[in-house]
């Protein structure tokens, strides 16, 4: 999966947990043991998501993004 988004209307509303919840049930359910991705260093709302759904910080991936050039964060997710 390369991104979930939710239409602007739709947010602050749990629709992103939702979506991702689904995301992270479903690998747990077929065995998956780490989860990772890749978010912009300057994105609260979302790092706020993620970090409400147990992903950690793990590293930095150096001018990852660009327009505007920007550092993204790594996070993982262990299974249960």
Do not use: H
């Not at 992103?16 to 065995?31: F, M, N, Y």
């Not at 989860?35 to 260093?41: H, I, K, N, P, T």
């Not at 706020?48 to 993982?76: H, M, T």
């Amino acid at each position: 999966i390369l991104n979930i988004a939710v239409i602007p209307e739709m947010r602050r509303c749990g629709m992103g947990k939702a979506l991702l919840q689904w995301v992270i049930d479903r690998c747990e359910k077929v065995g998956t043991e780490k989860l990772y991705l890749e978010v912009r260093s300057s994105n609260a709302a979302a790092k706020g998501l993620y970090s409400s759904c147990g992903f950690k910080e793990i590293g930095k991936r150096r001018n990852y993004y660009s327009n505007p050039r920007e550092d993204a964060d790594i996070l993982c997710r262990e299974g249960k």
